[in-house]
């Protein structure tokens, strides 16, 4: 069998493989927007291409612009041609980027001609739908390229659904905590402050937390203070999205965080479902939509103090 290390050396083999297979995209790509430009401006036309697109005029365009205005607003990149790279590995890594950009060449048709000379890749219709078909096999395979680089910012932003299970005294009165467990570290624990109507039968409540970038997540601990007239809490389950990403981490539970109900633990740790298939884009909707029911725990973890 092989050790623990053996594998941790293997990921990080892959990894820089992955890496150093985006890195030759990027540089494909910047050929293909420079080739036969008419402004000269070499490697940094992807990034005029993609920000000189009126996103106004489009509907459905809202995470578009978001993408691009978080890649703008890293600090760090200093040049158009690192600006477009640090875009091309966030759509790699949301598995988007042949979707963004067959739809900035299709609805920009016209700014091609003008922006392109006639012998240009961009201004081939065949050329560009085979540059998008050979582009939408990447959204077949999970490629970590985006959060893994070191000028991504320190603090991500990630949206937390907490579904309260629908059954009679599910919900709690305690005071709730949790601490988010990935590949790349552990969060500090975080207690929201929130009303009274938080946390009660049936609802699923949203929260906005700020972490460092902990990588794909594993497991998150949640737990509570045992405080009030009812701290028993039936917890259904948790969805976690990362959202520069869009990646998704459903966490089941269906089991209660109570001294004197299953076996009296009020901390669990729960384990991610899936995390290479959760990548669903998550809103109230869905999050509510998740199952009443039958979500399988993990064995109980050892007992914690909460």
């Given at each position: 069998?092989?050790?623990?290390?053996?594998?941790?050396?293997?990921?990080?083999?892959?990894?820089?493989?992955?890496?150093?297979?985006?890195?030759?995209?990027?540089?494909?790509?910047e050929s293909i927007f420079s080739?036969?430009?008419?402004?000269?401006?070499?490697?940094?036309?992807?990034?005029?291409?993609?920000?000189?697109?009126?996103?106004?005029?489009?509907?459905?365009?809202?995470?578009?612009s978001r993408d691009q205005a978080h890649i703008r607003h890293i600090e760090a990149l200093r040049t158009d041609m690192g600006r477009s790279r640090a875009w091309i590995r966030l759509l790699v890594e949301k598995r988007q980027l042949s979707m963004q950009l067959a739809f900035?060449?299709?609805?920009?048709?016209?700014?091609?001609?003008?922006?392109?000379?006639?012998?240009?890749?961009?201004?081939?219709?065949?050329?560009?739908?085979?540059?998008?078909?050979?582009?939408?096999?990447?959204?077949?395979?999970?490629i970590m390229c985006y959060?893994?680089?070191?000028?991504?910012?320190?603090a991500h932003e990630y949206r937390m659904f907490v579904h309260t299970a629908d059954q009679f005294n599910a919900g709690t009165s305690a005071r709730v905590s949790w601490r988010l467990h990935g590949t790349n570290g552990v969060s500090e624990i975080m207690s929201?402050?929130?009303?009274?109507?938080?946390?009660q039968r049936g609802k699923v409540d949203e929260f906005k937390i700020e972490a460092p970038y902990l990588g794909p997540?594993?497991?998150?601990?949640?737990?509570?203070?045992?405080?009030?007239?009812?701290?028993?809490?039936?917890?259904?389950?948790?969805?976690?999205e990362q959202v520069a990403t869009g990646r998704t981490f459903y966490f089941p539970c269906g089991r209660w965080l109570a001294w004197d109900e299953d076996d009296g633990y009020t901390t669990r740790d729960l384990v991610a479902a899936d995390p290479r298939t959760m990548r669903k884009r998550t809103s109230t909707a869905n999050a509510a939509a998740l199952p009443k029911g039958g979500d399988q725990a993990p064995a109980p973890p050892p007992r914690s103090s909460s």
């Open positions: 069998t092989r050790s623990a290390r053996q594998r941790e050396l293997d990921a990080l083999s892959a990894q820089s493989l992955a890496d150093a297979l985006v890195t030759k995209l990027c540089e494909v790509l080739h036969g430009v008419k402004d000269g401006k070499g490697k940094g036309a992807l990034w005029s291409f993609i920000t000189g697109t009126d996103m106004s005029r489009w509907v459905g365009n809202e995470e578009m900035l060449i299709e609805q920009e048709g016209g700014r091609l001609t003008q922006a392109y000379k006639p012998y240009a890749f961009l201004r081939s219709d065949v050329a560009k739908a085979q540059l998008v078909e050979e582009l939408a096999q990447l959204e077949e395979v999970e959060t893994s680089k070191k000028y991504v910012p320190y929201p402050q929130v009303s009274r109507e938080a946390f997540l594993i497991k998150i601990t949640v737990g509570h203070d045992n405080a009030g007239f009812h701290p028993g809490w039936l917890l259904q389950s948790v969805v976690v």
